[in-house]
Every structure is written in structure tokens, then in C-alpha cells.
């Protein structure tokens, strides 16, 4: 099993910039891709961003140059750095990590969100 504790969401003015952070904990094979998606009210999650354990990354084409996504394999942590933020950027932010497990099954874990506010 494997767990995502999130955090660093909270309030922040528009323009202003957000770091939040996801640790994997548990028992696993390998850590796969692991990412960041986004659910706003009323709207379907979204992916924001993405990186593979080779470090590639791929992100939201509308989030490009605003947002950076890191992860250190050593900590077993994913980030996301968040710049000029919108208030069409409030939303509960979500780790996603995929990974492997010692019966080398290949398995999904979400994390528990972190509230992300940006006021105008």
C-alpha cells in the first residue's frame, strides 16, 4: 500500500505564487510517473502536470511557464511550484502517483487534495 500525504495549499492574492508538496510513503517496488491534477467546482479533474521518474515532464497546455513540477526519487516527493496564480486557479489540487508493486502489479494512489484559493 501506498500512501500521499499532500500540502502547501492555502489562500493566496492573484499574481502570487504557491509551492505545494506530496511525499509517497508505503511499501513499493518503484515509483512510476507521478503528478498533479486539479479539480475546480463544479469542473472534472485535469491533469496539471506530470513527471516520469527519468525526470520528463509534460504539462496543461494553459499552465505552461506558470507552473513547474519537480521530484527528488531519492525522497520519494513530488512538487509543484506555482507562479502568477489566477483566480481561475482555485481548485483542490491532487497528487497521483503510479507505482509498482512487490507482487509487480502496476497500481494507481490518489492523494487527499490540498485547497488551493486564489482571491482577485
Sequence with gaps: QVQLVE???????????LRLSCAASGRFFSLGTMGWYRQAPGSQRELVA?????GTTNYADSLKGRFSISRD?????????????KPEDTAVYYCNANYRSYSLRNLEVWGQGTLVTVSS
Aim: net charge positive; no cysteine; hydrophobic share 30%.
Design 50 to 54: 506530470t513527471v516520469t521518474s527519468g
Design 73 to 85: 526519487n531519492a525522497k520519494n516527493t513530488v512538487s509543484l511550484q506555482m507562479n502568477s496564480l
Design 7 to 17: 500540502s502547501g495549499g492555502g489562500l493566496v492574492q492573484a499574481g502570487g505564487s
